[in-house]
């Protein structure tokens, strides 16, 4: 539902709300989840302006300096994790587990000695053990995750490689998301370039904008994103395609409906936000939700 309070009542140097977690975006709560994620985009895009002023906000540096287009082939971006795959972090011992996992996957991280409480039950949403803090006082610790793969995932990725320069951009450390990929692609044919947690744009650690600049703005009208979290794509809504979160359903059958949609629409456009934008319509949305929001009217533009 639409929050009640409007951002004429808000503090725009706070950013005061609670971003959906993804199992909000499932079938049957689309208008719920697109409403309410709107309303905090606008927050988030006022607080950017406050903070920022005119200047675009800063990418994460040093941005990635590999050249992402050595084909000319349009680049398609996959989110991971409830996008193809789906990681059970609350079972300890996945190997002597009940649960029939399609894999499990291992990785080490490094976690501080004396710390019995560090495990993976207490990540949140998206997923992920989080190295960020760690000091001299660490330990390499093996981490084992069954993991559930989106139906028909394989067979996505490798005929929907033949049309598009496939690249992972998760909001996941390298650890966990590279022994994932790995898993996926294990020949590495398929992926041709990963970027993690640290290339996203951290917004006062409440979300984790995958910028699209950090491919060069030129590039905008070549790129797509596809993701379970439309805060993942806020910064250019009309590259993002939409995505329902993927737990373990094995009748799901996202991808097949997705792959249509890329190779018969963007895979032949001169510009892949224009093919989007008439689709799923994210700009507009935003625009005509914000314009609700009185005085916010046209303030990006």
């Known amino acids: 539902m ?37 309303s905090h985009i606008i927050k988030i895009k006022k607080f950017e302006k406050n903070k920022f002023g005119t200047s675009p906000i800063p990418l994460p540096t040093p941005s990635p300096s590999r050249n992402f287009f050595e084909t000319d082939k349009k680049i398609l971006l996959l989110d991971l994790d409830e996008t193809l795959i789906h ?9 002597n587990s009940k649960i029939k996992y399609d ?10 000695i004396n710390d019995n409480n560090n495990n993976h039950n207490d990540i949140p949403d998206n997923n992920t053990t989080d190295d960020e803090s760690k000091d001299d006082s660490c330990e390499k610790v093996l981490n084992k995750v069954g993991i559930f793969l989106r ?14 320069e496939l690249g992972i951009f998760t909001a996941s450390i390298p650890e966990y998301a590279d022994a994932a990929i790995n898993y996926l692609d294990p020949e590495e044919k398929i992926i041709k370039f990963r970027l993690y947690r640290n290339d996203c744009v951290n917004i006062e650690n409440l979300v984790k904008i995958k910028d699209l600049r950090i491919f060069g703005e030129n590039n905008l009208n070549r790129i797509v994103l596809l993701d379970n979290n439309i805060y993942s794509f806020s910064a250019q809504l009309s590259n993002g395609i939409l995505i329902n979160s993927f737990f373990c359903d094995k009748e799901d059958d996202e991808l097949s409906n997705v792959k249509k949609y890329l190779i018969e629409y963007i895979y032949p456009s001169n510009d892949v936000r224009k093919i989007n934008e008439q689709f799923f319509g994210f700009e507009t949305i935003f625009n005509e939700f914000a314009k609700i929001h009185f005085w916010f009217i046209y303030l990006f533009i």
Do not use: H
């Open 2 to 38: 639409i929050e009640s309070n409007t951002i004429s009542q808000i503090d725009s140097n706070k950013l005061d709300f609670i971003p959906l977690g993804i199992c909000e975006n499932i079938a049957g709560n689309y208008d719920n989840y697109l409403q309410t994620t709107m």
């Open 87 to 95: 990681a059970d972090f609350f079972e300890e011992n996945p190997e």
């Open 103 to 112: 894999g499990i996957i291992s990785f080490y991280t490094l976690e501080p």
């Open 151 to 164: 139906p028909k995932v394989r067979e996505f990725l490798k005929e929907i490689s033949s049309y598009f």
